[in-house]
Each structure stands twice: as structure tokens, then as C-alpha cells.
């Protein structure tokens, strides 16, 4: 596939196997509007189609990842302020298809969180399978200190990962966390001091992208469908798993690999 375009505050670029999405509105802290939002799903979705594509990074422009939202642009005062009802019209399209797709698809996805990952912003480090974190980075859920309730996902993903009681901190109380504080709650992969954080994300999106595709593609199907199945639900689609990963390539030079004594060669097929 070569349908890749950056869109206003998405740079979209494509580096071998890796794909590269920057959130790009520094002046903002990179907050995401709607035109960003649509491109985020529009791309994700068709790299989780692309065969070329093994793994994504995202990350954000300049000290901070992501501010959350911008409702400040589109609650201003004057003609373009939207009519009583557009969130409950909008988010389903938006908001609330990112943070699915990005949970589901089989593509693995690294995100790189410096400054502050705050609101969506931190929903998009929470949904991505690996989140480097610098040490000094600023994780915080704001939704009730501005006065309405969590979205994109929040209240599914932060008890899962932290349980209730901690969610209720975050949520309930808007207590921020650090990048080590996130680490040791369990809400993302590692911290790191700052200057490194990019480099260590792309490291990990280099593993990922080298490994064997589909069978990472199908656990991390397996992992996500397993919050909500039963143990016999799961060992179905284990099973599922497991014959469409036994028949791929890489499997073959899995083997091959274990035999020779040798590290595996992963073309991704």
C-alpha cells in the first residue's frame, strides 16, 4: 500500500517496516482536534491492512506528547460554536473509534510520551501496547477539574490497569503521576530520563517490527479479547490462534532457527 499522507498536525511517514505518526501542533501541546483525530484512525486502519507495515511508533512534536482535546478551539464563542448535542453525535466517529482501533489492531503499536499526556492524550499512551514514558513526564486524567466526565475510553482502560481504587485517584481526584510513579502503577512499559525516550521507543518498535508478525499480531488479539472471555472462551480462541500461526512462514523459520541453533529471521509473513 502507498496511501500515506500527513494531514494538518499529523506528520504520517513510512520507514521500512515501521510507521511513523508524530502529532504535530507543538504551540498546542500537540491537543488533537477533529482533523487530526479522523487521520489518526483513517491511517492506523489502513496500516493494519498493510503487510509492509509491522509495527507503528507514535509520538509528538517538540517537550510535550499530547495536551488532550482542544476544547478551547471548538467551544469558542462566535459563529463556528457547535450546536447542543454535536459531542454525543461526534465522539462515536472520532474519539471513540481511535482508541478501539488502536486496542485491536494487530499491528503493534509504541508510543513515545514526553512532557504532558494528559486527557486523550494519555488514552492514546494507555491503548498502545508499548508506552516509553519520560521520568519527568506528566500523566493526568483532567476531566472532572474542568468540570465533565471521562471519554476516550478512560474509565475502561485506567481501572484495568491499575484497579479501582487507583482509578478513583486519577479519575475521581485528577492526582497526576510522573513517568516513574506511571511505571510503578502499572499505566505504561518504562520510564526513561527524557533525551532517551525517542530513541528507546524507536528501539522497541525496531524489535517488534523484526519479529514474527503474525503470531504478534494474533497475541495481542488474544490479550484483548481475554478481558471479557471466559477461560473456556480463551482456550477456543487460542486454539484459533495457534493454527493460523502454525501456518505462517515464520513459524517454518522458527523451527528452522530452534534447529541450527541459531537466532529466528523474521520476514513478517
Not at 43 to 61: N, W, Y
Not at 153 to 176: C, K, M, Q, S, Y
Not at 216 to 241: C, I, N
Request: contains cysteine; aromatic residues 6%; proline residues 5%.
Amino acid at each position: 500500500m502507498s496511501g500515506y499522507q500527513s494531514a494538518e498536525g499529523l506528520r504520517v511517514s513510512l520507514d521500512g517496516a515501521v510507521l511513523r505518526l508524530v502529532l504535530d501542533r507543538p504551540e498546542k501541546r500537540n491537543a488533537i482536534d477533529d482533523v487530526m483525530m479522523a487521520a489518526l484512525v483513517e491511517t492506523i486502519d489502513l496500516a493494519g491492512r498493510d503487510e509492509q507495515v509491522r509495527a507503528i511508533v507514535l509520538a509528538g512534536e517538540g517537550e510535550h506528547f499530547c495536551g488532550g482535546a482542544d476544547i478551547v478551539a471548538r467551544n469558542a464563542e462566535g459563529e463556528g460554536r457547535p450546536r447542543v448535542g454535536s459531542v454525543q453525535r461526534r465522539v462515536p466517529s472520532l474519539a471513540h473509534r481511535l482508541i478501539p482501533l488502536m486496542l485491536t489492531v494487530q499491528t503493534p503499536i509504541v508510543c513515545a510520551v514526553r512532557g504532558w499526556a494528559a486527557g486523550i492524550g494519555l488514552q492514546l499512551a494507555l491503548a498502545a501496547d508499548f508506552t516509553i514514558v519520560a521520568e519527568d513526564a506528566t500523566l493526568w486524567e483532567p476531566f472532572l477539574t474542568r468540570g465533565f466526565t471521562p471519554d476516550s475510553g478512560a474509565t475502561w482502560l485506567v481501572p484495568r490497569l491499575v484497579g479501582l481504587v487507583r482509578a478513583r485517584e486519577l479519575l475521581l481526584l485528577g492526582r497526576r503521576l510522573d513517568g516513574r510513579e506511571a511505571v510503578e502503577w502499572g499505566l505504561v512499559h518504562a520510564a526513561v530520563p527524557d533525551p532517551q525516550v525517542q530513541d528507546t521507543a524507536a528501539r522497541l518498535a525496531d524489535e517488534l517490527a523484526a519479529g514474527p508478525t503474525v503470531a504478534l499480531g494474533l497475541t495481542k488479539w488474544l490479550l484483548h479479547a481475554g478481558y471479557d472471555a471466559s477461560l473456556e472462551q480463551q482456550l477456543r480462541a487460542e486454539a484459533f490462534g495457534l493454527e493460523l500461526s502454525s501456518r505462517s512462514e515464520d513459524f517454518r523459520e522458527g523451527l528452522q532457527a530452534f534447529r541450527e541453533k541459531r537466532p529466528p529471521r523474521f520476514g513478517g509473513r
